[in-house]
C-alpha cells in the first residue's frame, strides 16, 4: 500500500489539534516556517495542508493577515427570485436579512471601460462602446460570500444620476431601481449558473482554496423593449452557500 502523502498526514494532525480544542475558532496560525519546522517537514507540505483544511472549511484564510481556525458556518441558502428587487435597497441586503444576517460589501468601479468580446455581446454592444465595470465582494458578518463583475453600457446613464452604481442618492440600489429613475423599465433577467472551480484570485478572496468548486452565474437584465441594460458575472463558494430558484406562477392563467 502506497504511504499517505506528507501534506495529508499534517491535515490529520492540524484535525486533532481543532477538535480537542487545542486551537479553537478564530485563532490565527503559526507562520508557515515555524509549523515546518515544528513538525520536521516542508513550508509546501504545510501550505497543501492547510489548503486542504480550507476547502474543508475548517481554516480560513485572510488575505495579507495569515491562516485562521475558522468559526462553525452553516451552507446559507441564497434564493434567485424575482422577490429580491425591493425599493429603497440593496437586494443583496434583503437576501441576507431574510436569513437573519448583516450583508454588506466592497466595491471598485471603473468608468468608460472598453468589454471584452463576450460582454460587449452579451449588452449588444458595437466595437469601441464603452462601459461602466464595477467590481464587488460581497459580505456577510465580515465574511466573503459572494463575488461580481457587472457592467453597463456607458452611453445608457452618461449623464444621469445613476451612471456610477455606487455613487450619488441611489448608490447601493438595485439595477431595477436604478434603470426606473432614469426611465427605463426592466421587464425581465437571464440566470445561467454553471458549476466551476476557483481561480487564484477569486480563491483568496473568498477564503477558499484555489480550485473550490463554485457556482457561476451568468445575469443579464433586459428593458421593455429588449435591450439588455446590465450583464454580471457573480461567483459563489459551492462550499459556503447552496444556490436556489424561486419560479413564480401566476395562479389567474389555470383558473
Same mark, same amino acid.
Given at each position: #500500500? &502506497?504511504?499517505?502523502?506528507?501534506?495529508?498526514?499534517?491535515?490529520?494532525?492540524?484535525?486533532?489539534?481543532?477538535?480537542?480544542?487545542?486551537?479553537?475558532?478564530?485563532? *490565527?496560525?503559526?507562520?508557515?516556517?515555524?509549523?515546518?519546522?515544528?513538525?520536521?517537514?516542508?513550508?509546501?507540505?504545510?501550505?497543501?495542508?492547510?489548503?486542504?483544511?480550507?476547502?474543508?472549511?475548517?481554516?480560513?484564510?485572510?488575505?495579507? =493577515?495569515?491562516?485562521?481556525?475558522?468559526?462553525?458556518? !452553516?451552507? #446559507?441558502? #441564497?434564493?434567485?427570485?424575482?422577490?429580491?428587487? *425591493?425599493?429603497?435597497?440593496?437586494?443583496?441586503?434583503?437576501?441576507?436579512?431574510?436569513?437573519?444576517?448583516?450583508?454588506? /460589501?466592497?466595491?471598485?468601479?471603473? %468608468?468608460?471601460?472598453?468589454?471584452?468580446?463576450? $460582454?460587449?455581446?452579451?449588452?449588444?454592444?458595437?466595437?469601441?462602446?464603452?462601459?461602466?465595470?464595477?467590481?464587488?465582494?460581497?459580505?456577510?458578518?465580515?465574511?466573503?460570500?459572494?463575488? =461580481?463583475?457587472? /457592467?453597463?453600457?456607458?452611453?445608457?446613464?452618461?449623464?444621469?444620476?445613476?451612471?456610477?452604481?455606487?455613487?450619488?442618492?441611489?448608490?447601493?440600489?438595485?439595477?431595477?431601481?436604478? #434603470?426606473?429613475? $432614469?426611465?427605463?423599465?426592466? =421587464?425581465?433577467?437571464?440566470?445561467?449558473?454553471?458549476?466551476?472551480? &476557483?481561480? %487564484?484570485?477569486? %480563491?483568496?478572496?473568498?477564503? +477558499? !482554496?484555489?480550485?473550490?468548486? +463554485?457556482?457561476?452565474?451568468?445575469?443579464?437584465?433586459?428593458?421593455?423593449?429588449?435591450?439588455? +441594460?446590465?450583464?454580471?458575472?457573480?461567483? +459563489?463558494?459551492?462550499?459556503?452557500?447552496?444556490?436556489?430558484?424561486?419560479?413564480?406562477? =401566476?395562479?389567474?392563467?389555470?383558473?
Amino acid at each position: #500500500m &502506497a504511504a499517505q502523502p506528507p501534506y495529508l498526514r499534517i491535515a490529520d494532525l492540524f484535525r486533532q489539534r481543532i477538535a480537542n480544542g487545542e486551537w479553537s475558532p478564530g485563532d *490565527r496560525l503559526d507562520s508557515r516556517a515555524r509549523l515546518a519546522a515544528e513538525y520536521g517537514t516542508g513550508e509546501n507540505v504545510i501550505r497543501r495542508a492547510q489548503e486542504l483544511l480550507i476547502s474543508q472549511g475548517l481554516l480560513e484564510g485572510r488575505a495579507g =493577515s495569515g491562516t485562521y481556525v475558522a468559526e462553525p458556518r !452553516q451552507r #446559507m441558502r #441564497m434564493v434567485r427570485s424575482l422577490s429580491r428587487e *425591493r425599493r429603497d435597497g440593496s437586494p443583496f441586503r434583503a437576501d441576507m436579512a431574510d436569513l437573519g444576517r448583516t450583508g454588506t /460589501w466592497e466595491h471598485h468601479t471603473d %468608468a468608460k471601460v472598453t468589454p471584452p468580446p463576450e $460582454i460587449a455581446a452579451r449588452l449588444g454592444l458595437a466595437e469601441g462602446e464603452l462601459c461602466v465595470r464595477t467590481r464587488y465582494e460581497f459580505l456577510t458578518e465580515s465574511r466573503p460570500v459572494q463575488l =461580481s463583475t457587472s /457592467w453597463e453600457p456607458y452611453a445608457l446613464t452618461s449623464g444621469t444620476i445613476v451612471v456610477l452604481p455606487e455613487g450619488g442618492p441611489l448608490a447601493g440600489r438595485g439595477v431595477v431601481e436604478r #434603470m426606473a429613475e $432614469i426611465g427605463i423599465e426592466i =421587464s425581465h433577467a437571464v440566470e445561467q449558473p454553471e458549476p466551476g472551480q &476557483a481561480t %487564484a484570485e477569486e %480563491a483568496q478572496l473568498l477564503g +477558499v !482554496q484555489r480550485g473550490s468548486l +463554485v457556482t457561476r452565474i451568468q445575469r443579464t437584465y433586459y428593458g421593455c423593449d429588449g435591450r439588455p +441594460v446590465e450583464t454580471a458575472d457573480i461567483v +459563489v463558494p459551492a462550499a459556503h452557500c447552496e444556490i436556489v430558484y424561486e419560479v413564480q406562477i =401566476s395562479a389567474g392563467e389555470y383558473s
